[in-house]
T-cell receptor, first 115, second 112 residues
Framework: DAGVIQSPRHEVTEMGQEVTLRCKPISGHDYLFWYRQTMMRGLELLIYFNNNVPIDDSGMPEDRFSAKMPNASFSTLKIQPSEPRDSAVYFC?????????????FGQGTRLTVV | SQQGEEDPQALSIQEGENATMNCSYKTSINNLQWYRQNSGRGLVHLILIRSNEREKHSGRLRVTLDTSKKSSSLLITASRAADTASYFCATAMKTSYDKVIFGPGTSLSVIP
């Protein structure tokens, strides 16, 4: 398996623009997590899905952020409108059934820069 | 505030030496995990220790857990330059629905 695949790897956008980050989890995994990593705040859990259903979105910073998982092989994290403080590395991770809280497989991340 | 806090924030050692990193947490946990992150890459799972375990080994890694002190340590023996990375502890908390919280990490530099 190719692992968790995220796209794009790098994104530079202007403030106010819409940004969409994409994630393809490992086949067969039924947990999907979105994390954000910054120097100031470290690694923060934004939202997680189980069997395509959002379970906990309490980490989503504000209404400008939304996440979807239309099927087991695809998820998106959207920021609209984007702001400079959203600049961070965004990671997607997935876990196999019954191991959602024992081991997460991370993608390479998307480095987002909002100017 | 963070559930897990690593100590030290940064560590620099010579190749061949042992590296010890500590993690403290605040609330009851189901398990504690350690991850490694190489510069510019995603995190890689290293080892998991459950709340009813006290010590686990995996290759050159040794993890201990003291639930009475709410702390864990990661020991890397006979370090190599390739071990240079950031190391994070992640705690799976006992809540109504599970959640994993990552600490701020320890940056390890192994000098050849």
């Amino acid at each position: 398996d190719a692992g968790v695949i995220q796209s794009p790897r790098h994104e530079v956008t202007e403030m106010g623009q819409e940004v969409t980050l994409r994630c393809k989890p490992i086949s067969g995994h039924d947990y999907l997590f979105w994390y954000r990593q910054t120097m100031m705040r470290g690694l923060e859990l934004l939202i997680y899905f189980n069997n395509n259903v959002p379970i906990d979105d309490s980490g989503m910073p504000e209404d400008r952020f939304s996440a979807k998982m239309p099927n087991a092989s695809f998820s998106t994290l959207k920021i609209q409108p984007s702001e400079p403080r959203d600049s961070a590395v965004y990671f997607c991770a997935s876990s196999p059934p019954d191991r959602g809280w024992t081991e997460a497989f991370f993608g390479q991340g998307t480095r987002l820069t909002v100017v | 505030s963070q559930q897990g806090e690593e100590d030290p924030q940064a560590l620099s050692i010579q190749e061949g030496e042992n590296a010890t990193m500590n993690c403290s947490y605040k609330t009851s946990i189901n398990n504690l995990q350690w991850y490694r992150q190489n510069s510019g890459r995603g995190l890689v799972h290293l080892i998991l220790i459950r709340s009813n375990e006290r010590e686990k080994h995996s290759g050159r890694l040794r993890v201990t857990l003291d639930t009475s002190k709410k702390s864990s340590s990661l020991l890397i023996t006979a370090s190599r330059a390739a071990d240079t990375a950031s190391y994070f502890c992640a705690t799976a908390m006992k809540t109504s629905y599970d959640k994993v919280i990552f600490g701020p990490g320890t940056s390890l530099s192994v000098i050849p």
